[in-house]
């Protein structure tokens, strides 16, 4: 066992893990939040991506190790009034035009999607097409097909960028 | 008063889509119970063969681990689908890799795979089959060694199945020796006879999330079973409930299931889970505690269920100007190694085998073989993929064979309305292929693309391409599946209470794993009793609670499931007319108000509905005649491509996708089913491939399993034809498996146009197409140095023509 120091959604908590163990199985298990899924266990299909220190990362290849002292954010903390307890008030607009697109189907792709999503307008407020599908592409779906999900991260960005102008 | 908006045909919010985008959603894996053990499979490491010995390692503390044997089957050893030959636990004998044959559990997951690495079993090996060949060679030899499955009275096989064969299927356009003699008449008297043979490949359906449950059981005071509670990822909660009471030898009301957000399925979990849930339950039952199993993605991608691999032949008689006289059609799936659903998909294959054409003479002929794979499952389509891709690949050969475009040879033969399909189905409502073809070909801009790309061809690497396909899809079980379904729905309103005011609750079975059931049906039966969308909600799917809306299978939802909806919706509203003086004409207001009045007097208000054929529905098991589904939907889709002639990849380019599927009920849900049924189909036409040795697939990974990624996909353009329908709710019909039918043929028929060479199987890879242009000689080939009016691997006979 070691002790890491790691800020998840911007609490910061010690935890005693397996310095191997899998930063998804430190969150969900540990951190008991369970937003973040396990789709493939290899890196392969994004469905346990994260933010750490900013930086879209597959939960399930990061050991517990590496996180010591990270900020990580996981799909429970993209609403803004995510408090401890009960359901927040407001989606973040991301949330908000997958839900209103069709960005979801079966869900167990979404937190990781919009994470992904995050990471990908942070960078490009305003993606070219192509750069939304570079930007998702370690993002399998298996419902949509993209293409609503595509519209989705399109009218999130217009929401975000006339949030802030 | 002004009308409120229509609710069909609206895109109100997906019901439990606020918790999905939250994270908030409770997947089966998500879900704790206090004292939980987790549960293992142990598998067979061979094909096929008698199992020696079992031996358990002393490093390993066995007193800490349940673990269950064959011998510990309080009932019968046997998941039981449609017959009963498919073992629990294998007993002394293994019929496929990765075949379960024991079950461990252990208060820590971590503890099970040490515990799995120190078991042993020896096997006595036995020669298997691996492929539909090798199993009907089995046969026509009469090598005894390699008959590996054989019909069983006690099973429920015997008068069904022969040696390594689980069904057989013959349909005639007519009656039988009139049609023969038809068929002869048709190949004498033709201009044209084409051959064709075609197949297609296994897929994994790859819902994102693995297949999970966690079981209970609970015992009475003397320690006897009592009941079972089974909750986890699935679509057919009843038929968990119906395996539990056989493996356990319990009435139905001691099995409860409860399905929790299930992520993803695609009919992959649709028969499976009777196979998990019994395991976990045998594990719970002997060590006392929940047990959750959740595969990881390797063993959920090498031990479930996978779409059937086919072969198809087609024998076409056509006459000098094209017009269809007659086919014989041969259809063969491999459904592994035992029966589960295979009977009903190659039902379905057969069924959609002739395609949406005319066809004066016609037969099919169809059988399901059995191999020392694990079996082939329910996946999106269930037969009617391979069997499509077939006719429709074919269409284009016999256009070539002919001298007619793609598009003229389908427009002399389509199907139009008030046509008699070859089961003797009057097509009564309106469709009509002619003008689909004629808008879908223009959306695509087809014609200029033909034009343009024969040009830009001759001097570019890069090949490109259009093709379509056109096809139907039934919707609904086949034939008198509907009527001995017996599907039953409930409504129920709640009534008003502190924090909550008065809604109405849907209860089915019907499960929801993305295509959006809680929605739609919330919004049928709110359009119906003219409240609002949010007044209306739906049961958790807890067999304690809800009725038996049948399974969420074969596009069945909207359609039918959705009309009992709406009729258990019109019935409420007939109550309260009688017993609460509901007026003619009402409203939101005016609905609840009655409520009120009804619930002065009465302490429950509820009306159930059960199946009843819309139109008269008859069908023959028999004679295999009669109306196949209740409904059918009709579409075109256009593919275009383009083939890299220095790394032989074919991509998918652009793709245009048209459906008449009767009243869309909601256009987001509707157009996010097509994108994601074509998304499949790609994937199934170029990208993904089942690697097979000895029976295991070996690429059980998503590095080397291929699925699409935004990356590889088109531009995907969805476009619907509205003719309502009287069997759906305000006209729907079904849509969930027709995406997956089309671009298969289409994608193969546009890389036939781009490179001058007709393909016949799926998945075509790179190395295929290597390989094929290799053996033509034509390493750098484009399509001026092809000759593409002769096809070199099937004989063409064209007697002459008459004039
Ligand atoms: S679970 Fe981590 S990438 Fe798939
Ligand atoms: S919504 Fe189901 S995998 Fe993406």
């Avoid at chain 1, 750490?52 to 996180?67: K, Q, R, T, Y």
């Avoid at chain 2, 199946?611 to 098991?621: H, I, L, R, T």
């Avoid at chain 2, 005649?625 to 075109?636: Q, T």
């Avoid at chain 2, 393909?759 to 295929?768: A, G, K, Q, R």
Wanted: glycine share 10%; with cysteine.
């Amino acid at each position: 066992m070691s002790t890491i120091q790691i800020t998840i959604n911007g609490t910061s908590q010690s935890l005693d893990v397996p310095p191997m163990k899998r930063l998804l199985d430190v969150l969900r298990e540990d951190a008991h939040l369970t937003g973040t899924k396990e789709g493939c266990g290899e890196g392969e299909c994004g469905a346990c991506a994260v933010l750490m220190n900013g930086e879209l990362v597959n939960s399930c290849l990061v050991p517990a190790l590496h996180a010591d002292g990270a900020s990580v954010c996981t799909i429970e903390g993209v609403a803004p009034s995510a408090a401890a307890e009960g359901e927040p008030a407001h989606l973040h607009p991301i949330q908000q035009c997958f839900f209103e697109n069709g960005g979801a189907q079966c869900g167990i792709c979404t937190p990781g999607m919009i994470l992904a999503t995050h990471h990908l307008l942070d960078k490009y407020p305003n993606p070219t097409l192509e750069q939304i599908k570079e930007g998702l592409a370690g993002n399998l779906c298996r419902c949509t097909g993209y293409m609503r999900i595509f519209e989705s991260v399109q009218k999130a960005a217009q929401a975000l960028t006339t949030i802030s102008t | 008063m002004p009308e409120p908006p229509s609710l069909i045909g609206a895109s109100p919010l997906r019901k439990e889509g606020r918790a999905k985008v939250l994270g908030a959603a409770r997947y089966i894996d998500d879900i704790e119970l206090p004292g939980m053990w987790h549960g293992a499979t142990v598998r067979s490491t061979i094909a096929r063969g008698r199992i020696r010995s079992i031996t358990f390692s002393d490093e390993i503390d066995w007193s800490e681990y349940a673990i269950v044997r064959p011998s510990d089957i309080p009932g019968e050893n046997v998941i039981v689908h449609l017959i009963k030959d498919h073992p629990c636990l294998a007993d002394g004998f293994v019929n496929h890799p990765e075949e379960p044959i024991l079950l461990i559990a252990h208060p820590s997951k971590a503890a099970l795979l040490r515990a799995k690495a120190a078991i042993r079993i020896e096997y006595d090996p036995l020669p298997g089959v691996f492929t539909i060949e090798e199993s009907e060679a089995a046969v026509e030899s009469g090598d005894a060694e390699r008959i590996m499955w054989e019909p069983n009275e006690a099973a429920g096989s015997a008068t069904f199945g022969s040696a390594n064969c689980f069904r057989q299927y013959q349909l005639y356009s007519g009656e039988a020796k009139e049609t023969e003699a038809g068929l002869a008449k048709a190949f004498e008297e033709a201009a044209f006879i084409v051959e064709g043979e075609y197949s297609t490949g296994a897929q994994e359906q790859l819902y994102i999330e693995n297949n999970g449950v966690i079981a209970e059981c609970f015992r009475d005071e003397h320690g006897n079973i009592e009941s079972l509670c089974v909750q986890g990822s699935m679509q057919c909660p009843y038929y968990l409930v119906h395996a539990l009471t056989v493996v356990f030898n319990l009435p139905e009301d001691k099995c409860r299931v409860i399905q929790v957000e299930t992520g993803g399925a695609f009919g992959g979990k649709e028969d499976f889970p009777s196979v998990i849930g019994s395991h976990a339950a045998l594990l719970a039952m002997k060590c006392g505690h929940p047990v959750k199993i959740v595969y990881d993605r390797a063993e959920d991608m090498a031990g479930t269920t996978k779409r059937h691999p086919s072969r198809t032949r087609h024998r076409t008689a056509l006459s000098k100007d094209g017009m269809l006289l007659g086919a014989e059609i041969e259809v063969a799936l491999d459904g592994g190694a035992y029966t589960t659903l295979s009977p009903t998909v190659l039902s379905r294959a057969t069924l959609h085998a002739p395609g949406p054409y005319r066809w004066p003479f016609l037969r099919v002929r169809s059988k399901a073989m059995a191999t020392n794979i694990p079996p082939h499952g329910a996946f999106r389509g269930f037969g009617a993929p391979q069997a499509l891709f077939g006719i429709e690949r074919h269409m284009d050969r016999v256009a070539k064979v002919v001298g007619l475009t793609p598009e003229e040879l389908r427009r002399r033969n389509f199907l139009r309305t008030g046509d008699v399909t070859v089961t003797g189905q009057k097509l009564h409502e309106a469709f009509d292929m002619n003008a689909m073809l004629t808008r879908v070909l223009k959306e695509h801009g087809y014609h200029e693309k033909l034009a343009r790309f024969a040009e830009e061809n001759k001097t570019s690497p890069i090949k490109r391409g259009v093709g379509f396909a056109a096809f139907l899809h039934g919707a609904g079980f086949t034939g008198s599946g509907e009527r001995r379904l017996n599907s039953e729905v409930v409504l129920r309103v709640d009534k008003a209470t502190a924090g909550q005011p008065a809604r109405v609750c849907v209860l089915v079975s019907s499960t929801e794993f993305g295509q959006g059931t809680n929605t739609i049906l919330s919004q049928v039966a709110a359009h119906t009793l003219g409240i609002a969308y949010d007044d209306v909600y739906l049961a958790k799917i807890d067999t304690a609670v809800v009725p038996n809306s049948g399974p969420t299978v074969a596009s069945r939802t909207a359609m039918i499931v959705g009309k009992l909806v709406e009729r258990a919706s019109l019935k409420l509203l007939e109550t309260l007319r009688t017993y609460s003086a509901l007026p003619e004409t009402c409203d939101r207001d005016t609905f609840f108000a009655a409520t009120e009045r009804y619930f002065a007097e009465h302490e429950t208000l509820r009306t159930s509905v059960r199946y009843e054929p819309q139109a008269p529905v008859f069908w023959d098991d028999q004679l295999y005649r009669g109306e196949a589904y209740p409904g059918f939907a009709w579409a075109i889709y256009v593919a275009e491509v383009a083939v890299d002639m220095n790394t032989y990849q074919a991509t998918c380019t652009r793709f245009d996708a048209l459906q008449e599927v009767g009243r869309v009920l909601h256009p987001v849900l509707a157009k996010g089913q097509i994108e994601g049924g074509v998304a499949q189909g790609i994937g199934y036409a170029i990208y993904e491939r089942c690697e097979w040795k000895e029976g295991r697939m070996m690429n059980n990974q998503m590095t080397n399993y291929i699925m699409p990624t935004s990356a590889d996909l088109p531009e995907i353009h969805v476009h619907f034809e509205e003719v309502p329908s009287v069997h759906g709710p305000g006209g729907a019909k079904g849509i969930g498996e027709l995406p997956m039918d089309g671009p298969g043929p289409a994608i193969l028929n546009a890389i036939e146009n781009a490179t001058g060479v007709s393909f016949h199987s799926i998945p075509l890879l790179p190395e295929d197409i290597f390989e094929r242009f290799t053996s033509l000689g034509h390493l750098h080939g484009g399509s001026e140095d092809i000759d593409a009016t002769v096809d070199r691997d099937t004989e063409v006979e064209a007697p002459e023509v008459t004039v």
